[in-house]
């Protein structure tokens, strides 16, 4: 064989040696380059799903805090309302007491007035059908409270009595009018 051929052929192994080489080299660099990728890839991932769940949580704790803050509010406004309304159940309670024990005064006055005259027993029936009244309306004043006003209103009922002395009504209307405003007031 000439020596041009050997050339040839030493020329050509070696450019194939060093294809396969270089190819080889290249596909250990391809397959090193496809892990660092993967890698990359699944650090990103992890990153960005944990990421995502502590964003998740946060929302979550802050939904929480809102609706805990809401249900306050509403739980707050809804006690306030009961109270309200309370309140004004009871001033009409204690208006009808007030109105029913001056009309029963008025009357009793009326009666004690009229002993001895021809009007005496009908200023009596109207007395005696006023303290009924009284007697309703402080009933009413029991079942709505406070054991202060409720204590207060017997002692006006019982100031009325046609024995009572005079000037007990006056004490203890204001005994009550004081324990009435006491319970009224909001806290």
Known sequence: MSEAVVTALVAAGAAIGGGAL????????????AAAAWAAGERQAAAAWEA????????????QIQATAQLDV?????????LASQRAVRRAAYVAFLGRTDSARLALQAWQSAIGTAGETARRREYDTEMAAVGEALNVVRLEGPDAVVTAAERLGDALSATAPAAQHALAQREFLDAARAALTPV
């Open 22 to 33: 270089t190819g080889w080299f290249s596909l250990a660099a391809a397959k090193r380059q």
């Open 52 to 63: 995502g769940r502590q964003q998740a949580a946060a929302a979550w704790d802050a939904g």
């Open 74 to 82: 509403a739980r707050r406004t809804l006690t306030e309302q009961h």
